[in-house]
């Protein structure tokens, strides 16, 4: 499973995985802290698409629900995507700042 | 703009599948966070989004759903295979009791225990499908009372199917209480002589009782087929309790398939003690209308055999291991 795969929620997938690897949280939660987290506030709608997708492919579960708010956590397929896709992030960063620097 | 306003007319953009899985939580998130113009244009986009999801047939990829779809499967096959299971008890009481086997049982014991069996694995097996099925039943009622005509109207199918076996029988007792007379037919049927009349009247109750018992299992099969809910709340007593109706279900329907199977093995051994302690009364015409015991026995075995089996293969399919596939 790669988050190019979500088309243009790839970024946002990308968001709320990394948001819910700081701990399981509802819509609400997810926004403010992708918002601290990277300065991007993500739409309602765009929040939900993406977050139907994770939730089909499995790299997310919704919790019971807390009154009227679900929250969501990262389940173990999501763990391992995420820290891929990090990685292989983190691998191009480097090499791009090596260039630079060269 | 009022967005208080806009807000519900918002979330009834998005397809009926969607809202039936995220409607509550997406509402209160749009309470908390719709502030801008720019905020609905974002929602109206995930609204088209999700419907492009539906017709690319992306849905039926869903976890949930898939899970869903296989859990009411699942309880759908169960609960028509006790009904079938039901209809074959009762040839069975019905045989048994025109039979000397009743008599035979107070004295030896295998066969009465093998009978109480029988008798134990069908009321857990009622209680059963009774407690599974009754969050789902009052699920589907509601949605049919709110607004769901074609539920309401096929819900009323196992309701006239009660009221025409009620109607046949109490056109039967008027008969067998001779107010109502009818030629052919005999209020008193002597030993060993089923008279034709008699014997068409019984086959019009039969008929009357399939006939209601397939309409009444089709309806409610339906109805169900058509009921996306997974969770439903319930206030009762100043509590709410909010119940997974499918995932609820899936243990006693479990628990009622494993009693379909105890009772079915059950009503073998109690043919065959039966058989060996008094083979003539298999030779005997005490199946239903008169019918040959060893045939009409053989057949309510087949019947409770499909049955089990169909209840068998349901609830593997329902299995948590295959709901993730």
Known sequence: MDTSDFGRFSDPALLILASLAGGEKHGYAMIEDIEAMAGVRLGPGTLYGALSRLEQSG??????????????????????CLRQYLTSLGNFVSLGLQRLEA | MRMDKVRPWLTNLYPRAWRDRYAVEFDVLLEQCLHSPLDVV??????????????????????????????????????????????????LVGLADDSPMIPLMKTNPALAAAWTTIQVGSAVALLAVVIGGLPLALTVVRRALAGDRRSRGLLLVPVFSFLALLLYLVF???????????????????????????????????????LGAIASTLAVWKVISRNDTEQETFHAVGR??????????????????????????????????????????????????????Q????????????????AFFGVRRGSPGRTQQ
């Open chain 1, 59 to 80: 790299l997310i579960q919704a919790l019971p629900a807390d009154e009227r708010r679900r929250p969501y956590r990262l389940t173990a397929l999501g763990n391992a």
């Open chain 2, 240 to 293: 709410s309790l909010t119940v997974n109706i499918y995932r609820f279900a899936f243990m006693p329907a479990v628990i009622a398939m494993l009693s379909m199977l105890v009772m079915l093995v059950a009503t073998v051994s109690w043919g065959w003690l039966s058989f060996s302690v008094l083979p003539q009364v298999f030779a005997g015409n005490f199946g239903l209308w008169g019918t040959n015991t």
């Open chain 2, 172 to 210: 039967v007792f008027l008969v067998g209480s001779d107010r109502i007379q009818i030629q052919g037919v005999v209020r008193v049927v002597q030993p060993g002589y089923f008279p034709p009349g008699n014997r068409l009247m019984m086959e019009g109750l039969m008929l009357v009782f399939i």
């Open chain 2, 42 to 91: 974002d929602v109206f986009l995930g609204a088209v989004d999700a419907h492009l999801q539906l017709l690319n047939g992306e849905d039926l990829s869903w976890r949930m759903m898939n899970m869903i779809n296989k859990l009411r499967t699942t309880i759908l096959m169960v609960f028509t295979a006790f009904i079938g299971f039901i209809v074959a008890g009762f040839s």
């Open chain 2, 295 to 310: 045939a009409w026995f053989i057949s309510i075995i087949a019947v409770m055999a499909v049955c089990t089996a169909m």
